[in-house]
Nanobody, 128 residues
Framework: QVQLVESGGGLVQPGGSLRLSCAAS????????MSWVRRAPGKGLEWVSD????????YYADSVKGRFTISRDNAKNTVYLDMNSLEPEDTAVYFC?????????????????????WGQGTQVTVSS
């Protein structure tokens, strides 16, 4: 069955950096686009970023554009999220997920049913 396992979260000071990883198994990873989404305390789901199956096209929410970078290694069945210049507003549980064919990649906002499989999430806390 599909498994997505996130790692790399933690506590970081404002302005700091983290790299999240998501190891995928149970499906043909290289054929699927991947997404990162997050849920902040007391808030709804927020789509963060998409990457197409080959890794050649990426999309970002305005709130993270220029600070976050999504990438993937299809040989390792892993998708990454490099987060720089972190802000307290980035505090959230971060999930990797498989986006459904519709709506198109890069669409915002998106809801939970717009994604198929999810990982368990990794907590990112930005605080001094």
């Amino acid at each position: 069955q599909v498994q997505l396992v996130e790692s790399g979260g933690g506590l970081v000071q404002p302005g700091g950096s983290l790299r999240l990883s998501c190891a995928a198994s149970g499906f043909a990873f290289s054929l699927y686009a991947m997404s990162w989404v997050r849920r902040a305390p007391g808030k709804g789901l927020e789509w963060v970023s998409d990457i197409n199956s080959s890794g050649t096209t990426t999309y970002y929410a305005d709130s993270v554009k220029g600070r976050f970078t999504i990438s993937r290694d299809n040989a390792k069945n892993t998708v990454y999220l490099d987060m720089n210049s972190l802000e307290p507003e980035d505090t959230a549980v971060y999930f990797c997920a498989t986006p459904r064919p519709s709506p198109p990649l890069g669409t915002s906002p998106r809801q939970g049913p717009d994604f198929g499989s999810w990982g368990q999430g990794t907590q990112v806390t930005v605080s001094s």
